[in-house]
């Protein structure tokens, strides 16, 4: 469980964002801020931005559930924000985002290491935006590349996105570490929007650890339904059945959770 609270300020282009808050896990309970760093920015969402302090690189779709595969295994899993700085772009047609980050050195993150990631995303008017990204980090334990592609079409007169991400990582074990492995993981969304406040997510994720080993793939069908109620309040139905190796690496399993989000 996790209570935060986000704090936000800026004048004349100049800003800082932090959050604050406490997680619970188990009988422990553990401060920590995800999230601060200082912010510039020219005009109103628009055109150059710099940051630093420690913040989520920006790449791929960054979709907000973090159970799905590209942001599970791709890199930006739950509580891998880093300390870093990044510069970027930010237009109606075009968006750059360039980061550079070092390897935590005060929490022990889930991702290690230090590196950059690149992300660049066109649109084509308001139905159709293609991106690509890269990512490189180096650690004690492992050196990866990831490099992706993003693509979302927005169908207006059917209420319908859908939106996929692909990635393929390259994963460069330490010295009497094992060897060189290809991962691939990927996701196909298909968001309809019922009506103001109310929406469902159909998803289709599938995620392969080591293209040289059989049956360690894993595919995941999603279904989540969002309700807000009210703007502060949102009620989320999160539904998973999964497979390792359609089959052949285990059993399946599956899951269903009701959450309640209030936001001030």
Known sequence: MQTELYVHGEHEGFGVYATGGMTVDGNSVKPASREHYLLYRQGDGEGLYARAGRFMPVMGLRQAEHVLYPRRFGGTALFTEVYGAGVGWLSPELEVHATGFIADPFIDSIERGSGGALDVEKRFG???????????????????????????????????????????????????????????????????????????????????????????????????????????????????????????????????????????
């Open 126 to 264: 308001n139905q159709l935006s293609i991106g690509h990204f890269d990512r490189f980090t180096r650690s004690d334990a492992d050196t990866r590349l990831h490099v992706g592609l993003t693509g979302k079409l927005w169908l207006e007169d059917q209420k319908l996105l859908l939106a996929a991400e692909g990635q393929v990582i390259r994963q460069d074990f330490a010295l009497d570490r094992g060897p060189t492995r290809y991962q691939v993981v990927g996701q196909l969304l298909a968001t309809y929007f019922a009506r103001p406040g109310l929406f469902v997510d159909v998803g289709l994720g599938h995620f392969d650890q080591d293209l040289a080993v059989a049956d360690v793939d894993r595919d995941a069908v999603d279904v989540n339904v969002h309700f807000f109620p009210h703007s502060h309040v949102e009620l989320v139905l999160m539904t998973r059945y999964q497979l390792l190796g359609l089959g052949g690496g285990g059993d399946g399993s599956g899951y269903a959770l009701l959450m309640v989000h209030y936001r001030i």
